[in-house]
């Protein structure tokens, strides 16, 4: 057997290894999130029950987004005065400050407050932004929405009132919706993966292990639970997965509740998308080499799970796809024969099918996704913006490569905004 073969093996048994853990979790999210569209996800209190709430906005030129966020937090539904909105105007060059001021003078019955930084204290990441914003938040808890989110009005009263409920509960976190998902292919794709990935796959690791990731936005956690950890670590380019693993490691549990809902803003541009997703394969690269001591801590509880299926991630996922894509090129240019028969070209389609039936059930859970177009655009998907996920990754390697040679410093390389229509 030559070792293009021997390759090619390997690469089949773990891209299905992976794609029947992924199935299995999707299995699970879709019995989770079918359970919980079974109630609303209201937990009923009196007024006197619900904490005091401080919402922080970290924000770095957003003056094309921001003001339709903060009309949006201004909205929620929740006891207006049990609950203060504090923007962190970090280090911004456009708009960002004046658009804020605005809004202040234009509701000055609410709690509406804007810490502006420089480039001496700010600018550094959103991990620092954070920081600063809970220096002065009043709030027993904190919530966190990024500056291009319009969460619905029901999303804050929800999220405390599961996180007040249950004790054990250290963070409650809410599903994101793509809010300009018909704005190119590229947030179709985005759209389709937020729902079966980001969504379904918290679901499934929430049912069956009761562990999910923070988002980075729409969720809220307990004051103490930020004053004990020391704050948002800084070095964290994904400080939402960093402070999970610190949540789990404190004994407390993240709960997913899907009826609290944002909608928030994708890059549309592949360059924008790009750069965006490096950085979110840097920090979790980060935390992944943080963590990965955990997976083999017998008193580490569920996170070795978490520890682990970020180690296979990273390391299983990536190798299996360079790998049969170097087969695939080797062979489309004559360089290299795989003499493996039917049975292997019957492996590869049948996971062509496997991973298209597995994105279209977690479609069918959310009205109007579940289409023939919808899968169309699955099948599109596994042969483009799948594979853009090695570059993603292997551009990561890299940048962290590169900065600890040259002990560059983390700096904000936020999402770059657009005007979007409202039609």
């Not at 808890?141 to 249950?166: F, G, H, M, S, W």
Request: hydrophobic share 45%.
């Amino acid at each position: 057997m030559s070792a293009s073969e021997i390759i090619s093996i390997y690469a089949i048994a773990a891209i299905w290894f992976m794609m029947m853990l992924n199935v299995m979790l999707s299995i699970g999210g879709y019995i989770y999130i079918y359970r919980c569209n079974q109630s609303d996800g209201h937990i009923p209190m009196d007024h006197d029950e619900y904490p005091m709430v401080s919402v922080l906005v970290p924000a770095h030129n957003e003056a094309l987004v921001v003001q339709r966020t903060v009309r949006s937090l201004l909205n929620f539904d929740y006891p207006k005065d049990k609950y203060e909105i504090i923007v962190i105007n970090d280090n911004s060059s456009d708009d960002t400050e004046d658009i804020l001021s605005d809004l202040a003078a234009e509701f000055p019955e609410n709690r509406l407050m804007c810490v502006s930084t420089d480039k001496v204290v700010g600018g550094t990441g959103k991990s620092n932004a954070l920081n600063i914003g809970f220096s002065v938040a009043e709030g027993s808890v904190i919530a966190i929405y990024d500056a291009d989110n319009t969460p619905e009005p029901k999303a804050l009263r929800l999220l405390v009132e599961n996180l007040v409920a249950d004790p054990k509960a250290g963070a409650v976190i809410g599903k994101f919706r793509t809010r300009n998902r018909n704005a190119s292919i590229l947030s179709r794709f985005v759209n389709i993966e937020t729902l079966s990935h980001q969504c379904m796959n918290q679901a499934g690791r929430f049912f069956f292990f009761k562990l999910c990731t923070i988002p980075g936005t729409n969720y809220v956690i307990r004051r103490s639970i930020i004053e004990s950890v020391g704050g948002w670590d800084v070095k964290a380019l994904s400080e939402d997965t960093e402070i999970s693993f610190r949540i789990y490691r404190m004994g407390y549990y993240i709960k997913l509740l899907p009826q609290a809902v944002t909608w928030e803003q994708e890059p549309h541009l592949l360059p924008v998308w790009f750069r965006q997703r490096v950085r979110w394969a840097k920090g979790n690269i980060y935390v992944m080499m943080k963590n990965f001591k955990y997976t083999f801590d017998r008193n580490a509880g569920p996170m070795r799970m978490d520890a682990l299926y970020y180690a296979l991630t990273y390391s299983i996922m990536l190798s299996s796809l360079v790998a049969s894509d170097m087969i695939f090129l080797g062979g489309v240019l004559g360089k290299i024969q795989v003499r493996l028969g039917g049975f292997s070209t019957a492996l590869w389609g049948m996971a062509i099918l496997v991973f298209i039936a597995d994105v279209m059930l977690t479609l069918s859970l959310e009205r109007n996704e579940f289409n023939l177009e919808s899968m169309g655009l699955v099948a599109m998907m596994l042969f483009s913006y799948a594979k853009l996920w090695v570059f993603v990754v292997v551009k990561a390697m890299w940048d962290m490569l590169m900065d600890a040679l040259f002990k560059r410093e983390v700096k904000w390389d936020k999402t770059v905004r657009y005007v979007e229509s409202d039609s």
